[in-house]
């Protein structure tokens, strides 16, 4: 059975950094594609970040680009963001998502897990 556990989540003042992180179990951690998706409040869920095999590609929404990391560590089978300067607007429910697939990376639909989420709010 795969899992995707989101920590890290939390109330935040706008400026302050945070990391998230995602342990995955039951699946072969590595040989998946890794991404961030948030989804705030009445709006649909959206791409944040991924990271491909071996770090060897690393994607971000306009959004977040500058300051925000995605890493991952294939040895602890877990993914971080990293963000950096929050805003009121990264207030959202923050979701883990692992693909198998090649294409369309930017999509939801392309993904296989899901996580549960965790809830970010940022206070200004």
């Known amino acids: 059975q795969v899992q995707l556990v989101e920590s890290g989540g939390g109330l935040v003042q706008a400026g302050d950094s945070l990391r998230l992180s995602c342990a995955a179990s039951g699946l072969a951690f590595s040989s998946f594609v890794m991404a961030w998706f948030r989804q705030a409040p009445g709006k649909g869920r959206e791409f944040v970040a991924l990271i491909k095999w071996k770090s060897v590609s690393l994607i971000y929404a306009d959004s977040v680009q500058g300051r925000s990391t995605i890493s991952r560590d294939d040895a602890k089978n877990t993914v971080y963001l990293q963000m950096s300067s929050v805003k009121p607007e990264d207030t959202a429910v923050y979701y883990c998502?692992?693909?198998?697939?090649?294409?369309?990376?930017?999509?939801?639909?392309?993904?296989?897990?899901w996580g549960q989420g965790t809830q970010v709010t940022v206070s200004s």
């Open positions: 998502a692992a693909s198998r697939n090649v294409d369309y990376l930017l999509k939801e639909w392309s993904y296989d897990y």
